[in-house]
């Protein structure tokens, strides 16, 4: 349970840091501001990883249900997908397939990790 | 009945909504866990149960949504708790971040103009056009920067949805049979087009490549984030 409150302590601090950044910086929306600082405690050993892991895995394996609302949007839709149902579809699968090409391909070619190129003694000293 | 239900105990009708919302969702998921079909994604699964429960007891969507907002409300720190994913993939990618970003930062500006033109082309309409742009990012973040950018949040839920499962269905033989084979690649590539849904597929075939794919999953929403914001309202002035 004392877990449990230290991880909400902890991811509220960050989301309130985050409207804070969000309020100063716009740009960015105020929950992934308030993922970054949250990574970035994490980082700077700030709070135990130990003590929010569990918590966080939790909220993680259960968020999808808060989209739910979101997606339930798609009731108003009915029409444009008669209409444009064929486009949607094609504009989807297009650039999901750009990206896996670009991707893949680039990451084949370009990518140098340290196991197919430089020795792991080499990496760890970077 | 249920829409004066609505009216007369906002409360308690909010309770029930969202109750139903979170049983049925959970049903699903129990059901995906069961039977481990990709296709039987939790939230396709809830919407298609939810949608003619909505039509038939008549509750249109602006009442629904305002009475599961506490679930809206709980997006927010539900999108927090992913730095911990973040964090962690961090620390794999410190070796070669440079290389890994360019890639990803290329893909992603490609996909955001192709999918926003094509779409302004075909659709002709600037919220759909927004929402299309941002589908190549794992769903919470998607959402999140639609409804900033002003583009319609259930579409872009919907394409998130449609591209991941074709990525994971079809991804994997599309790159061998491009010759992309190794597992770095097919990972990264699979992880930042089809994101969760992509790697849970990805995941079955090795270990490495389920590492690649939610790093990629993690620092291809990032950058999305990091992107789209100066990039859309560009291509939204180059077309007015």
């Known amino acids: 349970m004392n877990n449990v409150l230290y991880t909400i302590f902890v991811i509220s601090i960050s989301l309130l840091l985050g409207k804070l950044a969000n309020y100063l910086l716009a740009a960015l929306p105020a929950s992934l501001y308030g993922m970054i600082i949250y990574a970035l405690f994490l980082q700077l050993n700030w709070f135990s990883i130990e003590k929010v892991t569990k918590t966080n895995q939790w909220f993680i394996k259960h968020m999808g249900v808060c989209l739910v609302p979101a997606g339930m949007g ?20 297009s650039t999901t397939f750009i990206l896996l090409t670009v991707i893949g391909y680039l990451s084949e070619r370009f990518l140098i990790t340290p196991d197919n190129h430089q020795t792991n003694t080499t990496a760890d000293s970077k | 009945m249920l829409t004066t239900f609505i009216t007369n105990s906002p409360i308690l009708a909010s309770i029930v909504i969202t109750l139903i919302t979170i049983a049925t969702y959970q049903f699903a998921a129990a059901c995906q866990q069961k039977w481990q079909y990709i296709w039987l ?195 939204q002035k180059l077309f007015y």
Not at chain 2, 147 to 156: A, N, P, R, V
Not at chain 2, 167 to 191: D, H, R, T
């Open chain 2, 41 to 235: 994604n939790p939230m396709l699964f809830t919407i298609s149960i939810l949608v003619p429960f909505l039509l038939l007891t008549e509750i249109n969507y602006q009442q629904y949504s305002d009475k599961t907002q506490i679930l809206n409300l709980l997006l927010e720190p539900a999108l927090v708790a992913l730095g911990l994913p973040l964090y962690q993939q961090l620390k794999q990618i410190r070796f070669y971040w440079r290389e890994m970003t360019a890639i990803l930062v290329l893909g992603i500006t490609v996909v955001i103009i192709v999918s926003f033109m094509l779409a302004m082309w075909l659709i002709k309409a600037p919220e759909i056009a927004i929402a299309l742009s941002l589908k190549s990012v794992t769903t919470p973040i998607g959402i999140t920067l639609t409804e900033q950018l002003f583009g319609d949040s259930s579409i872009t839920a919907f394409a998130i949805l449609i591209a991941g499962l074709f990525g994971a269905l079809l991804g994997p033989q599309w790159l061998s049979f491009i010759g992309v084979n190794s597992a770095k690649a097919q990972g990264l590539a699979i992880g930042s087009a089809s994101h969760v849904i992509g790697t849970a597929v990805l995941v079955r075939k090795s270990a490495e490549h389920g590492a690649y794919s939610s790093v990629a999953l993690i620092l291809s929403a990032v950058l999305t984030a990091l992107i789209s914001p100066w990039l859309i309202p560009l291509l």
């Open chain 1, 74 to 93: 798609i009731i108003n839709h009915f029409e444009l997908i008669q209409q444009h149902g064929l486009a949607l579809v094609v504009i989807i699968f």
